[in-house]
């Protein structure tokens, strides 16, 4: 086998095969393999962390499809994580599937995951100088200490004894070149006259034909130019690569040492002149000495083309992995396969695109090539095409174009016999049971909990939200807003395999793991509302183990619990949690209980608590008060006999609230308001208390607070004024009347209230005032209607919508239904 002796191409059988590539590059990808294929190397040595070994047998499975990703993670510490993407376009990835398909061993050799994982944390940084940042490119192993074999000095990689000193013209470590973050490809570009590095890494490599005779030439380029770059900037800023270039050279003179010189290394090319040079052992040793570890597992796991496309792993993400992909996959004539699925793509969102648009853009993709002096048209010749072709000019077309095709959802895919965390193995099988794949593209799932299949799917993910796995997000369902219906967000990131491992600590299955949780969380938790709150996702997850637990901290919590605030603020979700549990079968009798008892407390609690309160203070209330009487109401629904006086004794409270002084007006009004829709108090009580409050004898500001707190916050009091034209005149009178002093200390609060509106009421509140007191409707001025209005309604008309009102409501004339809906109409 032949090798490269150095910068200069030269042929020197004595060294290693050093193949510099760029990760995730497809020219780079055709390159190692013709190379591969040219010099046939008795070993395959990559660069990637050595405990990922064992799992280099996997990538022949027929299962297995990149894109996929090498994950690490700490055993005590599953947060503390990396990964390893390889796309099908991936160098290594075609190194590790030519190495399998011809029987040759591949292995890789860059630092262990169990010192680069602990290096994240503390580690070597402050012996070697550095800030502690984690690189933006880990690598791993967990098979040694790092050190290689004991003895004498040994041949390096290119054969020559290692007991010398560090060629002359290699910088000081730490010197100042060392300061600047360097991205090689750039300064390449930059120096080549490039504004783009995309572009040109495109033109000198990408657009290149991969022929068999010169299959070694562009590693020999690459090589001479990373050797300038190292020599100009030293590590570039990347200080940690000192250690793992020393750990590299190690493994690859084990490598020759087994295999002999034979032996190619596929690696980063900015890694290539640190791996030519000589460098005495003992050196590289002495770098790896003390070096922290942690215990640390492997696996492969699915990765997206969309997660290719940001920094990650080898700190290579790329801007374009579905251009990349077509350009790996595509034999032959590349631009026009790729636009032929761009036009492919915009029919099937409903654009009229034909072949003729096809050869158009495909002629012009070429003319802009020419223009800019390129030897083939790259992703931004055949975007400009697309734009001007297919797209009429329009950006909106094409950004799908680059959301679905230039980056693309493409999800990999992993065997069954990978190596999983129990609780990973579990999810698997509840998901091919429960029919639920994991996609990464957003989707919706609308769930009938009537219905089995959606009830498991439910629990499901009910139980991963509680471990933290954020595989779906509930949303707001369009359709029925019964409690047996739900709506979910669901879409797959390959990060949330980090989040299962995490989650492993608490069981090896879903349900277990989810069970321990809620309890400890439940043990944990400080505020009321919090163990309410957890007792509401219990119920939806149907973990009916750590209930138990949940109800006795929570009746604990709240019978130590004596602000009024947090007994208020942690009973609607005592209340949602039981409707919850009806739904799905699940005894709450022990939830009731506590739930009433709840209820009581904030009856006794709440006028005392509303007392004296600033405008702030006065504003939290107000939305507890909002939040009981919802809770109030559910709670009486489902109440039997001995809860039957629930809302009986809620009234009585909200009487004494609207008849305090003490209490401020945002909640009086408030109180008069909730009574007034429950029908507990008359339109003609509410009115007088209104005149009351409005009376000249009121403060300005809080008469505001008054109607603000009765037909603000987004209650409906808009439509309240808009029909009942007495408490419009009211209204109308006070703030006709308010003393130009006050006027501006009222109209924040007044704008605040009636800004909340919909324009469509605020318009017809804003009609019915300028007509004035005449011409709102004979209950207030005892004359006709306004005009178009007649002073009675016409039954007739309201007749007219009933059909329509049957329909929408799905109401049946035979069961008597029709004539509700007349009473409706009318």
Same mark, same amino acid.
């Given at each position: #086998?032949t090798?490269?002796?150095?910068?200069?191409?030269? $042929?020197?059988?004595?060294? /290693?095969?050093?193949?510099?590539?760029?990760? +995730?590059?497809?020219?780079? $990808?055709?390159?190692?393999?013709?190379?591969?294929?040219?010099?046939?190397?008795?070993?395959?040595?990559?660069?990637?962390?050595?405990?990922?070994?064992?799992?280099?047998?996997?990538?022949?499975?027929?299962?297995?499809?990149?894109?996929?990703?090498?994950?690490?993670?700490?055993?005590?510490?599953?947060?503390?994580?990396?990964?390893?993407? @390889?796309?099908?376009?991936?160098?290594?990835?075609?190194?590790?599937?030519?190495?399998?398909?011809?029987?040759?061993?591949?292995?890789?050799i860059?630092?262990?995951? %169990?010192?680069?994982?602990?290096?994240?944390?503390?580690?070597?940084?402050?012996?070697?100088?550095?800030?502690?940042? &984690?690189?933006?490119?880990?690598?791993?192993?967990? =098979?040694?200490?790092?050190?290689?074999?004991?003895?004498?000095?040994?041949?390096?990689?290119?054969?020559?004894?290692?007991?010398?000193?560090?060629e002359?013209?290699?910088?000081?470590?730490?010197?100042?070149?060392?300061?600047?973050?360097?991205?090689?490809?750039?300064?390449?570009?930059?120096?080549a006259?490039? *504004?783009?590095?995309?572009r040109?890494?495109?033109?000198?490599v990408? +657009?290149?034909?991969?022929?068999?005779?010169?299959?070694?030439?562009?590693? $020999?380029?690459?090589?001479?130019?990373?050797?300038?770059l190292?020599e100009?900037?030293?590590?570039?800023?990347?200080?940690?690569?000192?250690?793992?270039?020393?750990? #590299?050279?190690?493994?690859?003179?084990? &490598?020759?040492?087994?295999?002999?010189?034979?032996?190619?290394?596929?690696?980063?090319?900015?890694?290539?002149p640190?791996?030519?040079?000589?460098? /005495?052992?003992?050196?590289?040793?002495?770098?790896?000495?003390? @070096?922290?570890?942690?215990?640390?597992?492997?696996?492969?796991?699915?990765?997206?083309?969309?997660?290719?496309?940001?920094?990650?792993g080898?700190?290579?993400?790329?801007?374009?992995?579905?251009?990349?992909? +077509?350009?790996?996959?595509?034999?032959?004539?590349?631009?026009?396969?790729?636009?032929?699925?761009?036009?492919?793509?915009?029919?099937?969102?409903g =654009?009229?695109?034909?072949?003729?648009?096809?050869?158009?853009a495909?002629?012009?993709?070429?003319?802009?090539?020419?223009?800019?002096?390129?030897?083939?048209?790259?992703?931004?010749?055949?975007?400009?095409?697309?734009r001007?072709?297919?797209?009429?000019?329009?950006?909106?077309?094409? %950004?799908?174009?680059?959301?679905?095709?230039?980056?693309?959802?493409? !999800?990999?895919?992993?065997?069954?016999? %990978?190596?999983?965390?129990?609780?990973?193995?579990?999810?698997?099988? @509840?998901?091919?049971?429960?029919?639920?794949?994991?996609?990464?593209?957003?989707?919706?799932?609308?769930?009938?909990?009537?219905?089995?299949?959606?009830?498991?799917?439910?629990?499901?993910?009910?139980?991963?939200r509680?471990?933290?796995?954020?595989?779906?997000?509930?949303?707001?369902?369009?359709?029925?807003?019964?409690?047996?219906?739900?709506?979910?967000?669901?879409?797959?990131?390959?990060?949330?395999?980090?989040?299962?491992?995490?989650?492993?600590v608490?069981?090896?299955?879903? !349900?277990?793991?989810?069970t321990?949780?809620?309890?400890?969380?439940?043990?944990?938790?400080?505020?009321?509302?919090?163990?309410?709150?957890?007792?509401?996702r219990? !119920?939806r997850?149907?973990?009916?183990?750590?209930?138990?637990?949940? #109800?006795?901290?929570?009746?604990?919590?709240?019978?130590?619990?004596?602000?009024?605030?947090?007994?208020?603020?942690?009973?609607?979700?005592?209340?949602?949690?039981?409707?919850?549990?009806?739904?799905?079968?699940?005894?709450?009798?022990?939830?009731?209980?506590?739930?009433?008892?709840?209820?009581?407390?904030?009856?006794v609690?709440?006028?005392?608590?509303?007392?004296?309160?600033?405008?702030?203070?006065?504003?939290?209330?107000r939305?507890?008060?909002?939040?009981?009487?919802?809770?109030?109401?559910?709670?009486?629904?489902?109440?039997?006999?001995?809860?039957?006086?629930?809302?009986?004794?809620?009234?009585?409270?909200?009487?004494?609230?609207?008849?305090?002084?003490?209490?401020?007006?945002?909640?009086?009004?408030?109180?008069?308001?909730? @009574?007034?829709? *429950?029908?507990?108090?008359?339109? &003609?009580?509410?009115?007088?208390l #209104?005149?009351?409050?409005?009376?000249?004898?009121?403060?300005?500001?809080?008469?505001?607070?008054?109607?603000?707190?009765?037909?603000?916050?987004?209650?409906?009091?808009?439509?309240?004024?808009?029909? *009942?034209?007495?408490?419009?005149?009211?209204?109308?009178?006070?703030?006709?009347?308010?003393?130009?002093?006050?006027?501006?200390?009222?109209?924040?609060?007044?704008?605040?209230?009636?800004?909340?509106?919909?324009?469509?009421?605020?318009?017809?509140?804003?009609?019915?005032?300028? =007509?004035?007191?005449?011409?709102?409707?004979?209950?207030?001025?005892?004359?006709?209607?306004?005009?178009?209005?007649?002073?009675?309604?016409?039954?007739?008309?309201?007749? &007219?919508?009933?059909?329509?009102?049957?329909?929408? !409501?799905?109401?049946?004339?035979?069961?008597?239904?029709?004539?509700?809906?007349?009473?409706?109409?009318?």
């Open positions: #086998m090798g490269v002796d150095g910068p200069s191409g030269a $042929a020197a059988d004595e060294g /290693p095969l050093l193949l510099g590539v760029r990760h +995730h590059g497809p020219g780079s $990808a055709r390159a190692v393999r013709a190379a591969l294929d040219s010099a046939r190397p008795r070993a395959v040595l990559i660069e990637g962390p050595p405990e990922a070994d064992p799992l280099v047998p996997l990538a022949a499975d027929e299962e297995m499809r990149p894109p996929v990703a090498l994950l690490a993670h700490a055993v005590d510490e599953p947060g503390r994580s990396a990964f390893w993407p @390889l796309a099908e376009f991936s160098p290594e990835w075609v190194a590790i599937r030519w190495a399998l398909e011809h029987g040759v061993p591949a292995r890789f860059d630092l262990p995951a %169990a010192h680069t994982l602990a290096w994240e944390g503390d580690g070597p940084a402050s012996r070697q100088g550095e800030t502690g940042e &984690a690189e933006p490119e880990p690598s791993a192993d967990g =098979r040694g200490d790092g050190a290689g074999p004991t003895g004498a000095a040994e041949p390096g990689p290119d054969g020559e004894p290692e007991d010398g000193e560090p002359d013209g290699e910088p000081e470590d730490g010197g100042p070149q060392d300061t600047v973050r360097v991205d090689p490809i750039a300064v390449l570009a930059r120096t006259g490039y *504004d783009d590095p995309e040109w890494w495109e033109d000198v990408e +657009h290149r034909g991969a022929g068999t005779a010169d299959a070694l030439a562009p590693f $020999a380029v690459l090589e001479e130019a990373m050797g300038a190292r100009a900037y030293g590590t570039g800023g990347h200080e940690r690569d000192l250690v793992r270039e020393a750990y #590299m050279r190690l493994q690859v003179r084990a &490598a020759r040492r087994e295999f002999g010189r034979d032996v190619a290394v596929v690696c980063g090319a900015w890694h290539v640190a791996l030519r040079r000589r460098t /005495p052992v003992a050196a590289d040793r002495a770098l790896l000495k003390g @070096l922290p570890r942690v215990k640390a597992d492997m696996t492969w796991v699915p990765w997206t083309h969309r997660r290719l496309s940001r920094a990650s080898y700190g290579a993400g790329i801007d374009s992995p579905g251009w990349y992909g +077509h350009l790996f996959a595509a034999s032959d004539r590349p631009v026009e396969r790729w636009l032929t699925r761009v036009a492919g793509l915009l029919r099937e969102e =654009r009229i695109v034909s072949s003729a648009h096809v050869i158009e495909v002629r012009l993709a070429g003319t802009l090539a020419a223009l800019r002096g390129r030897p083939l048209p790259g992703l931004s010749e055949t975007t400009d095409a697309v001007a072709v297919m797209c009429e000019g329009s950006d909106v077309p094409l %950004a799908l174009v680059h959301d679905r095709l230039v980056v693309g959802d493409v !999800l990999g895919e992993v065997p069954v016999s %990978a190596p999983a965390v129990p609780l990973q193995r579990d999810l698997t099988r @509840l998901q091919k049971r429960l029919r639920l794949k994991p996609e990464p593209q957003e989707r919706e799932l609308e769930l009938d909990l009537r219905r089995e299949t959606d009830a498991g799917r439910s629990r499901l993910l009910h139980r991963l509680l471990l933290g796995i954020g595989w779906g997000e509930p949303a707001v369902s369009r359709g029925s807003t019964g409690t047996f219906r739900e709506t979910w967000r669901l879409r797959w990131d390959p990060e949330l395999a980090v989040r299962v491992a995490e989650a492993g608490w069981g090896t299955t879903v !349900l277990g793991a989810a321990a949780k809620a309890e400890a969380e439940a043990v944990a938790a400080q505020a009321l509302a919090e163990v309410t709150a957890l007792a509401e219990c !119920l997850a149907e973990l009916s183990d750590a209930l138990p637990v949940v #109800m006795r901290v929570l009746a604990d919590r709240a019978a130590l619990d004596a602000d009024v605030g947090h007994l208020a603020q942690a009973l609607p979700a005592l209340v949602r949690a039981l409707r919850y549990g009806d739904v799905r079968g699940t005894d709450t009798r022990a939830l009731a209980e506590v739930a009433t008892g709840l209820a009581e407390r904030v009856f609690g709440l006028p005392p608590a509303c007392a004296a309160l600033d405008a702030e203070a006065a504003e939290e209330m939305r507890h008060l909002d939040a009981v009487h919802g809770a109030v109401g559910l709670l009486e629904e489902g109440a039997g006999a001995a809860r039957g006086g629930l809302r009986v004794r809620w009234c009585s409270v909200l009487r004494v609230l609207s008849g305090r002084d003490t209490v401020p007006g945002v909640i009086r009004g408030r109180a008069v308001r909730l @009574l007034l829709d *429950d029908g507990e108090l008359a339109q &003609a009580e509410s009115a007088r #209104m005149g009351l409050v409005l009376s000249p004898g009121t403060a300005p500001a809080d008469a505001a607070a008054w109607i603000e707190g009765f037909v603000g916050g987004g209650s409906g009091g808009g439509m309240l004024l808009v029909h *009942d034209e007495r408490l419009l005149g009211l209204v109308d009178a006070w703030l006709t009347g308010v003393p130009a002093d006050a006027f501006t200390d009222v109209l924040p609060l007044l704008r605040r209230t009636f800004s909340a509106y919909e324009p469509g009421v605020r318009r017809t509140l804003g009609e019915l005032v300028r =007509r004035g007191p005449g011409a709102r409707g004979g209950a207030v001025a005892g004359g006709s209607g306004p005009s178009g209005f007649a002073v009675e309604r016409d039954a007739g008309r309201a007749d &007219a919508v009933v059909p329509v009102l049957r329909l929408l !409501l799905g109401a049946d004339a035979a069961d008597g239904g029709a004539d509700d809906l007349v009473g409706v109409g009318r």
